[in-house]
């Protein structure tokens, strides 16, 4: 069974940077692309990141782009998100999500790793 | 970016019942439309994808329909555990958008 597990978030100050990690097995991880999916606290789904099977294109919608660098490293099967100026709106459950070989939706969830932005 | 309207925000429906989701996208996108379903304090589930493909493993009370910028997504004989939130998403072009959701409750 395909696992997605993701580490890395907490309590972070406004303006401060913070980088996530989720860590694939049961998959051949450089066979897909991979992307992060947020949720704020009781609000719906946001789409952050997506990244080709090699690294070399990447995806953001225009809420995170220059702020988030999605990343990863296919000998670690491991998939990562550096999040640099957070806003308070940034708070939110972050998670790891594997795309089908189409692309167009997500196949696979982590559990999903709490960010919060706050003094 | 392309908007997703989801509707009803909530409904409930009785054990047996029938009821449908429906989800307006703001331009056309070509079928590539997906349903998740959500529970409470866990990660979305795939329920269907490319508007009417069920995914491995989900029970096939689970239908989807639509094209062009309307779709809509049909749970038949409704369950306790078919209780949660569902969410439609457009995989056509980036940015990647999703509806509201839509709250399920059994009444």
């Known amino acids: 069974e395909v696992q997605l597990v993701e580490s890395g978030g907490g309590l972070v100050q406004p303006g401060r940077s913070l980088k996530l990690s989720c860590a694939a097995s049961e998959f051949t991880f450089s066979s897909y692309y991979m992307a992060w999916v947020r949720q704020a606290p009781k609000k719906g789904l946001e789409w952050v990141a997506t990244i080709s099977t090699s690294g070399n294109r990447t995806y953001y919608p225009d809420s995170v782009k220059g702020r988030f660098t999605i990343s990863r490293d296919n000998a670690k099967s491991s998939l990562y998100l550096q999040m640099n100026s957070l806003k308070s709106e940034d708070t939110a459950t972050y998670y790891c999500?594997?795309?089908?070989?189409?692309?167009?939706?997500?196949?696979?969830w982590g559990q999903g790793v709490m960010v919060t932005v706050s003094s | 970016d392309i908007q997703m309207t989801q509707s009803p925000h909530s409904l409930s429906a009785s054990l047996g019942e029938t009821v449908s989701i429906e989800c307006l996208a703001s331009?056309?996108?070509?079928?590539?439309l997906a349903w998740y379903q959500q529970k409470p304090g866990k990660s979305p589930q795939l329920l269907i994808y490319y508007t009417s493909s069920l995914q491995d493993g989900v029970p096939s009370r689970f239908s989807g329909s639509g094209s062009g910028t309307q779709y809509s997504l049909k749970i038949s004989n409704m369950q306790p555990e078919d209780e949660g939130v569902y969410y439609c998403?457009?995989?056509?072009?980036?940015?990647?958008?999703f509806g509201a959701g839509t709250k399920l409750e059994l009444k």
């Open positions: 999500a594997r795309p089908a070989n189409t692309g167009d939706y997500f196949d696979y």
């Open positions: 331009e056309g996108i070509s079928n590539y």
């Open positions: 998403q457009q995989g056509y072009k980036y940015p990647y958008t």
